[in-house]
């Protein structure tokens, strides 16, 4: 039996990006805020500390900072046809655990996406006449415009390192030209660059492109955010990705919010405590409460007026499956919304070898590239192409660790004597041009519940069914042959083209953009929540995060996460708490 | 435990004096965090904690058959030869050694309850064994092969060219093992190796950072701003480990 807590003003399930914001916005507001963790305190001096950050063994192939998936997994299967299992081991994406989340081995690629990206089914319906059958992609329900503001915002509190491309609609040398338009620059000049940045931005103007640098949430220069945290220049040990920064140097959830909104009096934290369901009244259309377990198995019900749902996409998506609100996806009938829409990122490379330039690709950071955006969102026709959508390519120098990162040249095999010369030969001189794909949504691609297998608590794990479709394999084809041009185009000794080829695969690292299952939208048959991220059939429950992505665009998705969780948040201050209901 | 429960009393002596609503009884097995930022003195986990027992070539959980076929495989993936030490000099037997006892060996942050079926190539692990189950069965089970090829008593003492077209021959899935799945394990046995090769020294693999040396990284270096804008420039540092580089410590000193 659930022993009852006293009740609290807002509570939020999960703490990382979207939990520190909400948490922030609402104790500014006056709100008794709660946020329930069910990972620990994690934090830069005691867990990822400069003198034994940079272990590549230990944070990313023995999963230091990810899930537990002995805790929790989810099953996967690329369609309806085969029997969904469990992901036993990481490979794919890497959802975050403990304080921070995710957020905390994020490499800083901090985008907003483009004003066409937003209205992607009007827009690519009136350019191009039609969509492809079974491709379920909508418009956001909020703009670019609207958003603007709270991009601004997130970028200024983590200190976003970038070039302007477009100051209030003039265009910016040396910035993407394709960006929205925004109301002031990057809080920080940006990156200095090495070498294969450099070398790709020369090739890509060589060919007429644009290239700009990677909007980024590693310092360029020491940096005190509005709220007067502090952040210390970045010094490119090339350990962003997969790990927690022993610098202050990448903005991170610890980095920027935590340090005021924990010592605020009106906020209270509770790591080690699971959120299992939430619990409604008896007209179902008001959350009262969630139960939740601690570290020692005892359950709780805690009751709150507002509930935020601040998770990671799939758990969000699954806790709404198991509280039984809103109606579950069905792929067949097309019906129902809980879990329509999940989409992924498609990325693809092309190695390039030199003999006659040292790259030194250990130099690096998580956001340090140099890249190009005319193949990305529709700043391309593609009339003919027999696909929509597109994705940024360039060179992001994350760093050089070599258990990851050992490329070799074509037919070279994949252990002995050859293998070590072709490591010891190309290691220094080697770098990738990548490309970064959208993924459109499609009818097939879903989340739900797995009938069979279950987590520890015994509840059932979230099951994913998803497959690239042809609209992904087509524009990640042409994403790679522009790569390839590219990657020739930087004069290196030889080139090897590594498509992304056949059925999405759990196994190598991909990305961790998961997105969808909880889509935002303006209409309650085909959204889960309206477009100020507000559950349709519970108006005390927001649900924040990627899953309100109706498609993904070809950007990395933590700015757009962040802009709309300052969003939603603005909403509930404005207009919720003067008038609790529905917003739209 | 005992430093587990100082920040609750804090914050629950704080929270109290404040006249806080939340109650504080009922969150024992929570940490509950207000007003603070719990910071606790001597918590960082450092990655030496669990791998003192890395110094030396006691094996920790290889039997000895088992150990001559790590030695003798790993000898093979990554040889030694005119560039420098391979990968057995590097230690990297010690260190998969190391990891298999550990919390690795028994995969502990797997999911491994069942039902268990083989499934597609695009649903990944799903063996019902943990690596140290995968690498006891396997090694056991393609050691009674060769002895029934019979042209060696086990792997570890067949020719090399031999161990080569055995290996070669697990990596293409091709050897039908009572239990192990070949390709399975040959995989897992690679990326152990590789891992035992360029990881962090305080693991026991990387034996005076040969490899990080023979491809020129340069480890746990902390500071590059000095060299991002010098462009095709050789870093002129040797490598750093986590403790350290072998010339910072005194003579006679063993850490």
Request: proline residues 7%; glycine residues 10%; hydrophobic residues 35%.
């Amino acid at each position: 039996m659930a022993e009852r807590l006293p009740p609290v003003d807002a509570l939020l399930v999960g703490f990382g990006w979207t939990g520190a914001i909400l948490g922030q916005e609402l104790t500014d507001a006056g709100l008794n805020v709660l946020a329930l963790e069910r990972g620990a305190w994690r934090d830069t001096p005691t867990d990822f500390a400069p003198t034994f950050a940079q272990d590549e063994l230990r944070y990313y192939f023995r999963h230091e900072l990810f899930e537990r998936l002995s805790h929790e997994t989810l099953t996967v299967r690329n369609n309806i046809g085969q029997t969904a299992l469990p992901m036993r081991q990481l490979g794919s994406f890497l959802p975050g655990s403990n304080v921070g989340g995710a957020g905390v081995h994020w490499n800083g690629q901090t985008w907003r996406f483009l004003p066409s990206d937003f209205v992607a089914h009007s827009h690519n319906l009136q350019r191009y006449g039609k969509l492809q059958q079974d491709m379920t992609i909508q418009d956001w329900g909020v703009s670019y415009d609207e958003l603007e503001p709270h991009y601004d915002r997130f970028e200024y509190i983590c200190g976003i390192s970038g070039q302007a491309g477009n100051l209030r609609g003039a265009i910016q040398a040396g910035g993407n030209p394709f960006e929205g338009p925004r109301a002031r620059p990057y809080p920080n000049p940006p990156m200095a660059m090495s070498y294969p940045p450099t070398l790709f931005a020369e090739a890509a103007r060589s060919l007429g492109y644009k290239p700009f640098p990677q909007p980024s949430a590693n310092m360029s220069q020491a940096y005190t955010n509005p709220l007067g945290v502090q952040l210390g220049p970045c010094t490119y040990c090339g350990f962003c990705e997969k790990f927690g920064c022993g610098n202050y140097s990448k903005a991170t959830a610890q980095t920027t919010i935590l340090p005021v909104l924990m010592r605020k009096p009106n906020f209270t934290l509770r790591t080690e405590s699971e959120v299992l369901k939430i619990n409604l009244d008896s007209t179902g259309k008001r959350a009262v409460s969630v139960t939740y377990v601690d570290a020692a198995g005892r359950e709780y019900e805690q009751p709150a007026d507002l509930i935020v749902l601040t998770a990671y996409i799939l758990h969000n998506v699954r806790l709404l499956l198991l509280s039984g609100i809103g109606k579950p996806y069905d792929p067949v009938a097309g019906t129902g919304v809980v879990g329509r829409n999940y989409a992924y990122q498609i990325t693809s490379s092309v190695n390039v070898f030199y003999d006659d330039k040292l790259l030194n690709p250990f130099i690096g950071a998580g956001a340090h590239g140099m890249l190009i955006d005319e193949f990305n969102g529709d700043n391309f026709d593609h009339s003919g192409l027999g696909f929509i959508g597109g994705g940024f390519i360039g060179i992001v120098q994350t760093g050089g660790r070599p258990i990851e990162m050992h490329a070799t040249p074509e037919g070279t095999p994949k252990w002995g004597s050859a293998f070590k010369k072709a490591i010891a030969r190309n290691y220094l001189r080697s770098t990738s041009v990548v490309t970064h794909g959208a993924v459109m949504s499609h009818r097939g691609n879903y989340l739900d519940l797995d009938p069979t297998y279950r987590d520890v608590y015994g509840r059932p794990l979230l099951r994913m069914t998803f497959d690239f479709t042809d609209n992904e394999h087509k524009m990640s084809d042409y994403l790679t042959d522009k790569a390839t041009d590219l990657a020739k185009a930087m004069k290196p000794r030889e080139i090897k083209v590594n498509k992304r080829q056949g059925s999405w695969d759990v196994v190598p690292y991909q990305t961790t953009h998961n997105t969808g299952g909880a889509v935002m939208g303006t209409d309650p048959s085909t959204s889960v929540v309206n477009r100020y991220l507000q559950s349709w059939d519970v108006s005390n429950l927001f649900v924040l995060g990627s899953g309100a992505f109706p498609q993904n665009p070809g950007y990395n998705p933590t700015g757009t996460v962040a802009a709309l969780a300052y969003w939603a948040a603005d909403a509930i201050r404005t207009r919720y708490l003067k008038a609790p209901g529905p917003l739209a | 435990m005992t430093t587990d429960s100082a920040p609750v009393r804090i914050t629950r002596r704080r929270l109290l004096s404040a006249g806080a609503v939340l109650p504080v009884a009922a969150t024992a097995a929570s940490q509950l965090i207000r007003r603070d930022m719990p910071w606790q003195e001597g918590t960082a986990a450092e990655p030496t904690a669990a791998t003192q027992a890395s110094q030396g070539n006691q094996y920790a959980f290889l039997a000895a058959a088992e150990a001559a076929f790590v030695e003798a495989a790993v000898a093979r993936i990554i040889p030694h030869d005119e560039l420098g030490p391979g990968a057995l000099e590097a230690g990297a037997a010690v260190f998969i050694d190391r990891q298999l006892a550990g919390e690795f060996g028994r995969g502990e942050r797997w999911y491994m309850q069942g039902p268990w079926a083989k499934g597609e190539k695009t649903q990944g692990y799903q063996t019902r064994m943990t690596p140290a189950n995968l690498y006891r069965a396997a090694i056991r089970e393609i050691d009674a092969a060769v002895g029934h090829e019979g042209k060696a008593a086990s792997f570890a003492k067949l020719a090399v060219a031999e161990q080569d077209r055995w290996l070669k021959d697990l990596e293409d899935g091709k050897p039908q093992l009572p239990t192990a799945d070949a390709k399975t394990f040959f995989t897992m046995l690679l990326q152990n190796t590789l891992e035992g090769f360029w990881s962090d020294p305080v693991y026991g693999g990387n034996r005076d950072m040969a490899g990080w040396k023979l491809i020129g990284f340069p480890g746990a270096h902390y500071d590059y701003t000095a060299y991002v804008g010098k462009h095709g420039e050789a870093f002129p540092l040797p490598p750093t480990g986590l403790g350290g580089r072998p010339a910072w410590r005194k003579e006679g000193s063993n850490g």
